[in-house]
């Protein structure tokens, strides 16, 4: 896991698992300006899914990763229990992959379909989605 998360003594060794297969895509595939932001989830049967972010040249089309990685999971059949995204440092910034709070777009599509997963936070370890987006968009 990378250092200074401030998370070592609030993660099982699955949870920093987790965290560090996010850390493990993003490094394989780190392409500045392509794929900067690696997630993993884990089901409820203890299965990962991986992805990378995909940017785009128009901004709207980019995607990001806890969506291809929520995708998989879907595809396959399975319930999310719990979510990591990491973000590759820049060329200029130096240092490993740092564990990231998903954005809100991946908050609202997760509580979408993973409503009582828990995602790994920045300083807080594990907390549900919804103590993360406590006032979801409704139709």
Known sequence: MAPDTGLT???????????TAAEEVVRLRYRYGRHSVGAALRGASGRVFVAVNLDATVGRAAI???????????????????V????????DEGGGPMLVSPCGLCRELLLDYAPEAEVLVPGQGR??????LPSPYRR
């Open 9 to 19: 003594d609030l993660l099982s060794p699955t949870d920093r698992a987790l965290i």
């Open 84 to 91: 990591a995204a990491v973000r590759h440092p820049r060329p």
């Open 64 to 82: 990001c990763a806890e969506a291809i990685a929520l995708g998989e999971a879907v595809m396959a059949g399975e319930t999310v229990a719990l």
């Open 127 to 132: 907390v549900t989605l919804r103590a993360l």
